[in-house]
């Protein structure tokens, strides 16, 4: 059984950063990729990033590209996004998700998925 937690969540303000960070409680028997996702009040849940495991090949959502980075410790099942230059529309609850087969980062068919972690960023 794959458990992930987030963490690293807060209040913060406009151009402020924030750095969160996704544990596997327990290791996938193949993990291909890892993902953040967001979802606002109101809105539909958001690709934020993706990064593939064995590669690090990374992909960005358009509205995250140039500030947030995606990255991970290979060694401890963690994946984290350093989150930069921060606005108000990054307000969410942002979630991690992790894909144990080959499939595309940006879709929502992740086999396991943690709680998420909000994060609110003031005008």
């Known amino acids: 059984q794959v458990q992930l937690v987030e963490s690293g969540g807060g209040l913060v303000q406009t151009g402020g950063s924030l750095r969160l960070s996704c544990a596997v409680s327990r290791g996938a028997f193949s993990l291909n990729a890892m993902g953040w996702f967001r979802q606002a009040p109101g809105k539909e849940r958001e690709f934020v990033a993706g990064?593939?495991?064995?590669?690090?090949?990374?992909l960005y959502g358009q509205s995250v590209k140039g500030r947030f980075t995606i990255s991970r410790d290979i060694a401890k099942n963690t994946v984290y996004l350093q989150m930069n230059n921060l606005k108000p529309e990054d307000t969410a609850v942002y979630s991690c998700?992790?894909?144990?087969?080959?499939?595309?980062?940006?879709?929502?068919?992740?086999?396991?998925w943690g709680q998420g972690t909000q994060v609110t960023v003031s005008a």
């Open positions: 990064i593939r495991w064995s590669t690090g090949i990374l």
């Open positions: 998700a992790l894909r144990e087969r080959l499939g595309s980062l940006q879709t929502y068919d992740y086999d396991y």
